[in-house]
């Protein structure tokens, strides 16, 4: 970088040429950064923008002036006076063919887009840039992991691209290490430590590399379980139910079904990432366990289902019991850690406006 | 928590002490490991060997309950090394040279007697901590789930307020939530001894407050806790509505609390599921679940965020607040009609100070933490920038106490209790979500290798665990992660109830349950 860089100290801008408009940038961001704040529809393969630049899919190339070859945009930081060309004929040719080839390594060209958040990129791109012309045949890398029984992640390598945003993610974004990639070339491969199953690694299930992966080779098997179930995947922001971090997620249901769970990669608290739990343990809502009407203690000491009006009068009764025979301070109430504020305000107010006491709780002690 | 989730790459001293961070709060994790990445130095004690410790710059194995101890050797080093921030204590605590001169009496060769933890390592961590730029402490329930655990917590603010670790990016004291809206159902007043917003019940004006907006005199006394309550069930209470909680298999001493919900003249539950606590109702009432509700959680950095319903519920399952207000209309209470969540969230922003500067519509995107005290508020991601919230910092001068049990001959063997990964406690959903099984399929009870081989176990046999309230059938599992003598095991199954052992003790402040330290013995089948 250039000493003449007008950094001001105050948020004061420095400028580069970006396809002829003057633009101003953030000393430090990338030449890719850039371009996407000011709209330039520059393509990736190998971009994840949770991870460090990697430079590896050669798509998002730029021309700089006083620079012969193209530049990979992501991994070039901009400088002040730098003049960019984001699109010409020559870096679209350039493109294409790379696609060609990219696709060229892969059995599969279109995935179920239940497969994870990105798993449709590759295709997309594909098309963008009538690329499925089949002008290369040649070797394949990865081999698949049919043999890995753990119920989450599909592991078909042969859908493979090398971009290593699986491997990336797993150490940058969770820190786990759990996979790595072996050998060289067209032997290039995903693998975990001694070549095994995921359980037998590091993995924790926390399904970012399902996410992050541009062309579905590692897929959601929960999801992809559901794919033939009819309707429209809808989606719908929520929290995560579990821990106290709320992550956000995006709820995608079929019908009146949970399908699956999508991390919010705009999510406040999490930013995309999830845990296992998060990530998978969504269909507790829909099992055959879940209470579908009141149930009322009969006389024959056994709990029968009821209308709800048969159960709150039957509960109210009971508890009415409790306050006229010995008092207001002989009813209790506890909140849910579990449920919505509302549920814990309702209870509160239930107890204050409703008996005048202060008897209640909330499942944080034990 | 003080300070923001989005702070946890930035110290460059991390200390976590009683939080298994990788298990319990995956996702708060990364952003640990992220700050190792940048060069931070971690701090981690802990009785087992957990994740945190494997990453961790100096790993400090405490014995279960020492954490005072602990606390109070290393506010000795960072006194006697000069690391103290007198400016800071100066300008916003109180108490100081009264703390400094306590500590005096507590060595790191003091620690170390109580605590296991050799010396040299409690004078590195306090060392890194007290030079820290920006020092964070993290923890969760391995400080709070103890008959001292106040004073846990008061020690670790005395390390706070004598280096100034608070109140800047990066800094902070970090308690992590452990359920999603644990948070959220305290603040919005589901406690005895506060009204919505933490207002406390005990004063007046706040009685006056809530007597105009509830139509209803509220006691001023506080009122008792579910530890209490249940203490006095079948005495002077006889009635119960419980929403939301397997209490039956997750609060301690399980015999007593069966008995104790069983002596009710009767008892209203509302759930998801006919938990083991729902079999002991009355009547039971069907309630909507995750993804079929529309309401709000609040997070454990006080982020108040939107949930929203995406399917219906099974049946005619009703959501939470509708049951309740149903009941409550039901048994002729006044002000209870409301046509959704909206309104009754509305109407806690009305009532709530923390609360007041939003409304359904404004927390639709998750920006703000609170306190949110007027409209066009920002929120409030830090707390005590400038000010305490009540004041000046108070250095308490706390001691090192016993658990309340502590081993013997009949109980040689210390259990200490938490959760795993994959499961979520008492499994009512991870048990039920397809999968979960092939990464926990069972309890098991995590022994060292060195412990399996003397007491005649082995990895995978069958043990008898006991207390001095009751027995369990557990599987054995070698695993270094255990230190010689101290198991550990979940709450997480219903065929291993550990709460059947667990629940010598509460901290006689919070009335907070010892789950965390046990005496049992530990023989083969």
């Known amino acids: 970088m250039s000493d003449n860089i007008d950094d001001g100290g105050n948020g004061a801008l420095s400028t580069m040429t970006l396809d002829g408009e003057d633009v101003g940038f953030t000393p430090g961001e990338t030449v890719y950064e850039v371009s996407e704040r000011y709209r330039r529809e520059i393509p990736t393969l190998c971009y994840d923008e949770r991870l460090e630049p990697f430079g590896g899919c050669r798509l998002c190339i730029v021309e700089v002036e006083g620079s012969h070859n193209p530049v990979a945009s992501c991994t070039t930081k901009a400088a002040q006076g730098m003049k960019v060309t984001t699109k010409s004929g020559r870096l679209e040719m350039h493109r294409r063919v790379l696609l060609e080839l990219v696709a060229s390594e892969n059995r599969d060209l279109d995935v179920d887009p239940m497969s994870g958040y990105a798993s449709g990129e590759m295709a997309t791109l594909l098309d963008r840039y009538d690329a499925r012309t089949g002008r290369f045949l040649g070797l394949r890398s990865g081999t698949s992991h049919p043999d890995d029984p753990n119920p989450f992640i599909l592991r078909d390598y042969e859908n493979c691209i090398s971009c290593f945003r699986c491997v990336r993610v797993c150490a940058e974004q969770e820190g786990d290490y759990a996979i790595s990639v072996m050998n060289r070339g067209f032997g290039t491969q995903i693998t975990t430590e001694f070549d095994g199953i995921l359980k037998d690694s590091a993995c924790t299930f926390c399904g970012q590399c399902i996410q992050t992966c541009p062309t579905g080779a590692l897929a959601d098997l929960k999801a992809l379980a559901s794919k033939d179930v009819p309707g429209e995947t809808k989606l719908t922001r929520t929290i995560c139910p579990y821990c106290g971090v709320g992550c956000s997620v995006d709820l995608m249901t079929r019908g009146d079904q949970v399908v699956g769970v999508l991390p919010a990669m705009d999510g406040p608290a999490n930013h995309g990432a999830l845990c296992v739990k998060g990530q998978f343990a969504f269909d507790f809502i829909g099992h055959e366990d879940r209470l579908d009407t009141p149930l009322v203690r009969g006389d024959d000491g056994q709990l029968h289902p009821a209308t709800w009006d048969d159960a709150l009068d039957k509960a109210a009764e009971g508890l009415l019991a409790a306050v006229d025979n010995h008092g207001r301070h002989s009813l209790y109430v506890v909140a849910s850690g579990r449920a919505p504020t509302e549920a814990a305000y309702m209870m509160q107010k239930f107890v204050r406006a409703g008996l005048g006491t202060n008897y209640i709780d909330n499942c944080s002690r034990a | ?525």
């Not at chain 2, 928590?1 to 930035?10: G, W």
């Open chain 2, 1 to 525: 928590m003080s300070n923001p989730l989005a702070d946890m790459d930035k110290p460059d001293v991390i200390f976590c002490i009683g939080t298994n961070m990788t298990e319990c709060h995956p996702v708060a994790a990364t952003g640990i490991k992220r700050a190792l990445a940048k060069g931070a130095k971690l701090i981690v004690a802990d009785p087992r060997h957990i994740v945190l410790a494997d990453l961790a710059d100096v790993y400090l194995p405490l014995r279960v309950g020492t954490d005072s101890a602990l606390l109070l050797g290393m506010a000795h080093v960072i006194a006697r090394e000069g690391l103290v921030d007198q400016a800071f204590m100066d300008a916003r605590t109180t108490e100081g040279m009264a703390f400094l001169e306590h500590v005096q009496r507590f060595s790191p060769e003091w620690a170390e007697e109580i605590t296991g933890v050799p010396a040299a390592d409690i004078e590195q961590a306090a060392l890194w901590y007290g030079q820290a730029e920006r020092g964070a402490i993290y923890y969760t329930l391995g400080i709070t789930e103890h008959i001292c655990g106040v004073e846990n917590v008061q020690g670790l603010c005395n390390l706070v307020l004598m280096t100034g670790n608070i109140g800047r990016e990066g800094t902070g004291i970090n308690p992590m939530r452990g359920q999603n809206n644990i948070q959220g159902a305290g603040d919005a007043g589901a406690l005895p001894n506060n009204y919505p917003g933490f207002q406390p019940v005990t004063d007046p004006e706040n009685q006056e407050k809530f007597e105009k907006l509830y139509g209803k005199k509220v006691d001023l006394e506080n009122g008792i806790t579910k530890v209490t309550a249940l203490e006095m069930c079948g005495d002077q209470i006889r009635a119960m509505f419980i929403d939301g909680e397997n209490t039956v298999v997750s609060d301690p001493e399980r015999a007593h609390c069966e008995k104790a919900l069983r002596s009710l003249d009767f008892l209203v539950v509302a759930d998801l599921f006919l938990t083991e606590t729902a079999e002991l109702a009355d009547v039971v009432f069907p309630v909507s679940a995750w993804g079929e509700v529309d309401g709000t959680q609040t997070n454990t950095e006080r982020r108040i965020q939107r949930l929203r319903a995406a399917v219906p519920s099974p049946g005619v399952a009703r959501p939470d607040w509708w049951v309740i207000s149903a009941l409550a209309k039901r048994m002729g209470f006044q002000g209870f009609e409301y046509e959704g969540a909206k309104e009754v969230f509305n109407e806690l922003c009305e009532v709530t100070e923390i609360y007041h500067g939003v409304d359904w519509d404004k927390v639709e995107d998750g920006a703000f933490s609170w306190p949110i005290p007027f409209d066009g508020h920002p929120g409030t991601p830090m707390l005590h920038a400038d000010v305490f919230e009540n004041g000046r910092g108070i250095f308490n001068l706390v001691e090192q106490r016993d658990p309340a049990e502590t081993v013997d001959d009949d109980y040689p063997v210390w259990l200490t209790t938490g959760r795993r990964l994959a499961s979520y406690h008492t499994r009512t959903q991870t048990g039920r979500s397809a999968g979960i099984d092939y990464l926990l399929s069972e309890e098991s009870l995590e022994i060292h290798p060195d412990d399996v081989d003397e007491w005649g176990l082995a990895d995978g046999s069958w043990a008898i665990m006991s207390s001095r309230r009751g027995s369990v059938r557990v599987r054995v599992k070698a695993t270094k992660r255990s230190p010689r003598g101290t198991v550990f095991t979940t709450f997480s199954f219903a065929d291993v109830p550990v709460n059947a052992l667990t629940g010598g003790g509460y901290d006689p402040i919070t009335q907070t349950a010892e789950l965390k330290v046990c005496p049992v013995s530990v023989v083969p089948e």
